[in-house]
């Protein structure tokens, strides 16, 4: 089974920076793919970032392109979301997800392409 942690959420003005961690655990942790989502109340949750596994493609949501950077540690199974320059819109609830499953058809950017999620950080930028 797979957990996943995610944290480094707080409080920051706009402007500033912050780093999440997302640290994975399990017997037989494979995944093709990382992600980061993030969710505010009453909305669903929206595509932020992801990273595969195994070669260097990633992909952002244009609202963070330029701004926010993801990446990885194989080593420690550990992937990572730097966020600079950020806005008030970057408040929000932030999850890690994770595709473990080996086929999957829908985009990197659809939330039902991952089957393990981490419980959330919350992020909030002051303006």
């Known amino acids: 089974q797979v957990q996943l942690v995610e944290s480094g959420g707080g409080l920051v003005q706009a402007g500033d920076s912050l780093r999440l961690s997302c640290a994975a655990s399990?017997?037989?942790?494979?995944?093709?793919?990382m992600g980061w989502f993030r969710q505010t109340p009453g909305n669903e949750r929206e595509f932020v970032a992801a990273?595969?596994?195994?070669?260097?493609?990633?992909y952002y949501s244009d609202s963070v392109k330029g701004r926010f950077t993801i990446s990885r540690d194989n080593v420690k199974n550990t992937v990572y979301l730097q966020m600079n320059s950020m806005k008030s819109e970057d408040t929000a609830a932030y999850y890690c997800?994770?595709?473990?499953?080996?086929?999957?058809?829908?985009?990197?950017?659809?939330?039902?392409?991952?089957?393990?999620w981490g419980q959330g950080t919350q992020v909030t930028v002051s303006s």
């Open positions: 990273i595969s596994w195994s070669g260097p493609s990633t």
């Open positions: 997800e994770a595709q473990v499953r080996s086929y999957a058809i829908m985009p990197v950017t659809t939330i039902v392409r991952y089957d393990n």
């Open positions: 399990g017997r037989t942790f494979r995944p093709y793919v």
